[in-house]
């Protein structure tokens, strides 16, 4: 009897597969998500942003040590010729590094929104949008613990993405990025949302929205549109051993984005409120010593001297719920 249930569910299999491959592509492309439209729609609220560093070095001699020469030896002459024109001592230069990332116009009026890691530091800014106009771009603010950065170009009637919520957003919904990996404009990934609410090491300002959507080095700061068209994250960062996609990318939900722009269009800068607590996870081993039935919650493991926490009833140890 048994036997005779495998059999069927192999024979249902077979037929499953067998109509599977019978039909026509256009069915089977059916099944998937339509992206295109989504592309052709708000490719041009993304944007190529540009940015130039100048900065002071100073040139030395590594890996061997120059031996003390008379000037105008023959020896003082080579390594003067071939190691710094100036002669043998180490002296100063001006050098300037260029970096390609990705923004988003968030208004026509032309606010548009990049990571901070994109303009750290940049003495220049050029947005250059998908018609091939550039613009020189104001920084209006920026806040390092959520990589948010808001920009200003003197403009009108640019195209603004629609916004969206990342509060909707399950685990396994179908998600698109465009950006501009390797300085390649515009180009189009899609994927799944992988988990939400993530916590990064030294991140604990972002519930990150992790994805598997490929993202690489240039599409920083480029928007995450749902399968409506609107923008629920904005991409920040990959985990990698290698430098390049491992299949692990992560975006700050367009909530906690939106906020931040508030704030910086108000003020400039970013208020946040301070508990002064440091919290760890309840293991399986910490619930077992506290007599928990599962590990839930945050175990009080700090109370930071003279911040509120340490003026209420918290003490170290305690467990707080969820």
Known sequence: MASMKKNALIAAAICLVHTWFALPPHAVAGALPEFSGLVETY??????????QSHRTTRKFQGFSVP??????????FFRHF??????????????????SSGFFISADGYLL???????GANKIIVRTSDR???????????????????????????????????????????????????????ATAGIVSAKGRSLPSENYVPFIQTDVVINPGNS??????????????NSRIYSRTGDFMG?????????????VEQLKATGKVSRGWLGVRIQEVTSEL???????????????????????AKSELRVGDVRPE
């Not at 490719?43 to 130039?52: A, D, E, K, M, Y």
């Not at 190691?83 to 390609?100: A, I, V």
């Not at 975006?251 to 931040?260: E, F, G, L």
């Open 43 to 52: 490719g041009p609220s993304v944007v190529n942003i540009s940015t130039r």
């Open 68 to 77: 003390d020469l008379p000037e105008g030896s023959l020896f003082h002459d």
């Open 287 to 309: 619930a077992e010593t506290f007599g928990m039935d599962r590990p839930r919650g945050a175990l009080v493991a700090q109370l930071l001297p003279n911040g509120p926490a």
């Open 114 to 120: 990049t990571n901070f890691q994109v303009v750290q």
């Open 83 to 100: 190691f710094g024109g100036e002669g043998l001592t180490p002296h100063d230069e001006d050098r300037q590094s260029r970096s390609l």
């Open 248 to 260: 692990l990318s992560f975006a700050i939900p367009i909530d906690v984005a939106m906020d931040v």
């Open 221 to 234: 700061g480029g928007p995450l549109f749902d399968l409506d068209g609107k923008v629920v994250g904005v």
């Open 133 to 187: 106009r550039e613009f020189p771009a104001k920084l209006v603010g920026t806040d390092r613990r959520s990589d948010i950065a808001l920009l200003k170009v003197e403009a009108q009637g640019l195209p603004p993405v629609e916004l969206g919520t990342a509060k909707n957003l399950k685990v396994g919904d179908w998600v698109l990025a465009i950006g501009s990996p390797f300085g390649l404009d515009h180009s």
